[in-house]
């Protein structure tokens, strides 16, 4: 990281949500497998906001 690179974790910021993909929502609830499916690609849009803001998500297992 450069001198002029500030990350929201280096400011002090605090990231309570994220946008995530909203086609076929209705099946997250679902108990088969395109709710996992789903809840999967929900969970890697979390782990890949993490990584590239230098965050650790908080009370999130991933």
Do not use: F
């Not at 450069?2 to 997250?28: F, S």
């Not at 609830?29 to 809840?39: I, Q």
């Amino acid at each position: 990281m450069t001198a002029n690179e500030v990350t929201p974790k280096l400011k002090g910021l605090i990231i309570e949500n994220i946008h995530t993909p909203v086609q076929n929502q209705d099946k997250l609830w679902s108990d088969n497998p395109d709710g996992e499916d789903l809840a999967e690609c929900y969970m890697q849009c979390v782990k890949d906001c993490a990584e590239e803001s230098g965050l650790r998500p908080c009370g999130i297992l991933l």
